[in-house]
């Protein structure tokens, strides 16, 4: 409603506007004389028609009232008395905007002269304004009136049969119009309660009527628009409201109910079945299934799954039962296998202190060598070892081969000793020096020789390389295949730098002009023990106290 009278007070403005940039209008105002007195009035009556076929004016009730500087009065509407210049001009209404500071005034009551064919209401909301050209000279004067009477009782008359009236009060107290006129007013007790609000909008309780007051003040004007509700019957509407409410309140619940229990049983009547199915294989019964021609959407694929699990999960226990009587029959194999070196290592110290006894160094020192070999292979719970233990063990085994081809090759080691607590696979060097011993110098004269390098690369890389100048990688490889039984020392190497390092470990043979060249690179890992002093200082002082105590006694 307060957007209405808004909306109504600007078609006010609008119409000033139009009327003061309509040149004709001007012309005629400035100079009435251009035409005869009936064709100025033809000219702006059709000006005012216009206006009222507008777009914005349609089914308003706007009357226009003009007036020029010579005498002359133009209207939109059949007057309710004959119209005088002079006594208009001479009215107080338009001796104040002539004589006014402000470009425009309002007039809430303005006397209504409108024919009574055309308006019954007794006032006008009008505003008077003076009407001006670019250069700011008044021509003439414009006053636009709107008969909100007669709007406000039709557009709130559905208001007033349902029981509810609207107010435009002033401050003070008087009732401007009312939708219904046969309505009780408004108490002046009431009135003085919404004018003391500073609040522009709000509600109170009119104790005398029983009635809610709604109001809103529209400044401009300095009214209060009023709704006024019984209290009887806005109780009933929000009972009504209330059991309406209440009514789709249950009814959503019960329905949302129904449907929850439907949806709930779908669900967890699969679920219960998926529970004992699932309580059977916890009891170690992975033969069992759920039927999955009963289901659609999400619970079959979750029976699918279910059921694809028990048969993963059964076929990977037979794969563990199996693996493990496989492992138990390897260990056996181990166990067993472990006796034969055992008895080796007790046969070559035997060999050793008979070869010593008899004056046959050669032959003990390939015992103590052989020995070694033997007493690093028993130790199964070491995969790397240093690479000064590997050397050793290296030069164990060299000793052996030269004893048994009378030193036919050479064997040289280039590596800083800083190197020596660098971490290698155990037997990785040995198979190597192996492999270039019985392949490259199969057919080989001259001097045979093989060079062993260890080096620390720029990637922090722990590079070792064994090169020979035997006959070549491939002439080896082709006499070796005529061997009953392939080696397997290469193959070997490889697959256990790939077991301990994976990617990071590599083992490569490069073809020499003269011999092979093979490089394993592996990451580089530095492993230096701890110093013992002071236990060795410890244990040296015990020992020499034993050693007094000895010759003492």
């Not at 079959?300 to 492992?327: S, Y």
């Not at 492993?527 to 000895?550: F, G, H, K, L, M």
Request: net charge negative.
């Amino acid at each position: 409603m307060h957007r209405t009278v808004q909306d109504h007070i600007s078609i006010a403005f609008k119409t000033l506007i139009f009327l003061e940039q309509d040149s004709l209008v001007k012309s005629i105002l400035d100079n009435p004389a251009r035409f005869n007195p009936l064709e100025n009035k033809a000219l702006i009556e059709e000006k005012f028609l216009n206006l009222n076929n507008s777009f914005f004016l349609y089914n308003s009730n706007v009357y226009f009232t003009v007036l020029d500087f010579h005498g002359n009065v133009y209207t939109s509407y059949p007057s309710r008395r004959s119209l005088n210049y002079e006594e208009i001009m001479a009215s107080p209404r338009f001796r104040e905007i002539r004589t006014s500071k402000t470009p425009i005034v309002w007039v809430p009551s303005d006397e209504n002269n409108v024919s009574r064919d055309l308006s019954k209401s007794p006032y006008l909301l009008s505003v008077y304004a003076l009407l001006r050209d670019h250069n700011n000279a008044v021509y003439g004067i414009a006053r636009i009136s709107i008969d909100y009477a007669y709007w406000f009782q039709t557009f709130l008359k559905p208001a007033s049969d349902l029981g509810q009236d609207y107010f435009i009060v002033t401050r003070s107290g008087e009732v401007v119009t009312q939708s219904n006129p046969q309505a009780q007013a408004v108490t002046a007790k009431a009135i003085k309660q919404i004018a003391s609000d500073p609040e522009a909008e709000g509600y109170t309780v009119d104790a005398a009527s029983g009635a809610l007051l709604n109001y809103s003040y529209i400044e401009s004007l300095d009214w209060y628009i009023v709704n006024r509700i019984p209290l009887p019957i806005l109780f009933n509407e929000i009972e009504v409201l209330k059991r309406q409410y209440f009514s789709m309140f249950f009814l959503l619940a019960g329905a949302f109910i129904l449907v929850a229990f439907l949806i709930a049983h779908t669900i967890t009547r699969p679920l219960s079945q998926l529970q004992i199915k699932m309580r059977q294989a916890a009891h170690s019964n992975l033969k069992v299934r759920i039927p999955e021609q009963k289901y659609k959407g999400e619970i079959l694929e979750l029976t699918r799954t279910f059921n694809t699990m028990l048969v993963d999960m059964d076929e990977l226990i037979q794969r563990l039962w199996a693996e493990e009587r496989q492992k138990d029959a390897v260990r056996f194999q181990m166990l067993l296998a472990q006796m034969n070196p055992h008895f080796l290592l007790n046969t070559m110290n035997t060999m050793k202190w008979i070869a010593l006894r008899r004056d046959c160094e050669d032959i003990a020192d390939m015992c103590v060598s052989l020995g070694r070999l033997l007493e690093m292979s028993l130790n199964t719970d070491v995969d790397l070892i240093h690479l000064k233990e590997e050397i050793m063990l290296t030069q164990a085994f060299v000793f052996i081969q030269q004893t048994r081809y009378k030193d036919r090759f050479d064997i040289r080691y280039e590596y800083d000793t800083r190197l020596d607590y660098a971490l290698v696979p155990k037997f990785s060097l040995q198979p190597l020096v192996e492999n270039a011993i019985q392949h490259a110098f199969l057919e080989a004269t001259g001097d045979q020789r093989v060079t062993i390098r260890v080096s620390e690369t720029e990637r922090r890389m722990l590079q070792i390389e064994v090169e020979d100048n035997g006959i070549g990688f491939d002439k080896a490889r082709e006499l070796q295949s005529k061997r009953k039984r392939p080696g397997i020392g290469l193959t070997n190497i490889r697959e256990r730098l790939k077991l301990l390092f994976k990617e990071q470990g590599s083992l490569d043979i490069v073809e020499l002009e003269q011999g092979t060249l093979i490089r394993m690179v592996i990451p580089y890992l530095l492993s230096i023990p701890y110093a013992v002093e002071t236990s060795n200082s410890i244990q040296t002082e015990a020992n020499r106290d034993v050693e007094s105590t000895a010759g003492g006694g």
